[in-house]
């Protein structure tokens, strides 16, 4: 198994991508500390990994706050020793709008969520990372991290923020042997996305059009690219950030 006792950190593992990312894990060995602001749903898939004899903790969290990101990753930690690859995933998209109507308070959670937990959860895994001279960051971006997406100018600053972080961050630590990359997916069917295609109708053909495969990105796809850049495999590889899209920047 690829990820044989592997400690991998996974930030909004309830659902989405970071439930499946889980999933997949899992079933390479890895043991797995989950994190979710949704406390009741996160436990509830720990508890179904752990059934199925995975080694599994659940750690309710917002990654937004900085003393919740703290205590998850010393608990990853305490429990397990060390920590080998961490996955901050949370991200939340925010109300369409034009930029000049933007409402602040929502720049400032976008912000907040995208941007600053990304920051939070590298500031602490890294510190841990480089005590043990190895481990791996994967941030999940998106293709709003490569080129402007109109009517979501939060999400897309924030995404920008997290593929600089990142290739910011390879940089640093490369010497340690930590790799930092990032994948950016186009719209996968989850349900931050299907929630922004429901506020707008016709939205999602608009977008479609753009895609030359002239489909969405299934879940798959993306936890694909993340094992992937998981695995020893890649291990001259970081400060990438991986677009996932369909050949829409291509």
């Not at 309830?14 to 602001?37: C, N, P, Y």
């Not at 043990?132 to 924030?158: D, E, F, W």
């Not at 506020?199 to 879940?219: M, N, Y």
Request: charged share 15%; with cysteine; aromatic share 6%.
């Amino acid at each position: 198994m690829r990820f044989q006792d592997k400690v991998v950190l996974i930030t909004g593992s309830a659902s989405g991508i970071g439930l499946a990312a889980a999933q997949a894990f899992a079933a390479e060995g890895a043991k797995l500390v989950l994190a979710d602001r949704q406390a009741e749903t996160g436990e509830a898939v720990a508890a179904q990994l752990r059934q199925a004899g995975h080694a599994t903790i659940f750690v309710p969290t917002d990654v937004a706050d900085y003393a919740a990101v703290q205590h998850l990753v010393a608990t990853a930690v305490q429990h397990f020793g060390r920590l080998d690859v961490a996955i901050n995933n949370a991200g939340i998209g925010g109300p369409l709008a034009p930029t000049a109507e933007v409402a602040l308070p929502d720049w400032d959670r976008v912000i907040a969520v995208n941007q600053t937990g990304v920051f939070y959860g590298m500031k602490e895994q890294l510190a841990v990372m480089a005590r043990q001279g190895s481990g791996c960051v994967i941030n999940i971006a998106s293709i709003a991290g490569l080129r402007g997406l109109p009517l979501q100018l939060a999400y897309t600053a924030s995404k920008h923020a997290v593929v600089g972080m990142t290739k910011a961050a390879a940089g640093e630590y490369a010497r340690l042997g930590i790799r930092v990359n990032a994948v950016c997916p186009v719209f996968t069917h989850t349900p931050l996305v299907d929630q922004l295609f429901a506020a707008k109708e016709g939205i999602d053909e608009k977008f479609l059009r753009t895609i030359p495969l002239r489909r969405f990105g299934e879940v798959a796809d993306i936890v694909n690219a993340i094992t992937w850049l998981a695995d020893d495999a890649t291990s001259y590889v970081t400060g990438l950030a991986l677009p996932i899209d369909g050949g829409q920047t291509a």
